[in-house]
């Protein structure tokens, strides 16, 4: 995902309400942004994130928490087989 508008949460991907998300096949999240948490991916109530086959989180930006990925409500994320996360930030 390429998007560079910035929205409230989750500028990659937004996952709520027991959301279950799988990135594989070296799949990218990369240069998102987001006004609010969560610049590549926001996970909300009991959402879960898999990172699998060397998949990528990169280069996301957030004015409040979780850069990369902000995780709340219960939610979780998990990274398998060598997926990357690098270069995120998050303001707060």
Not at 15 to 41: F, K, W
Not at 75 to 84: L, M, Q
Request: include cysteine.
């Amino acid at each position: 995902n390429h998007s560079h508008s910035p929205v409230r949460g989750g500028g990659g991907i937004f996952a709520e309400v027991e959301s279950q998300v799988a990135l594989r096949d070296q799949s990218r999240v990369h240069a998102n942004t987001s006004t609010h948490h969560g610049g590549g991916i926001n996970l909300y109530l009991r959402s879960t994130l898999e990172l699998h086959d060397q998949s990528a989180l990169t280069d996301n930006h957030a004015r409040g928490f979780g850069g990369g990925i902000y995780v709340w409500g219960e939610s979780s994320a998990e990274r398998f087989d060598a997926a990357v996360v690098s270069g995120n930030a998050g303001c707060w």
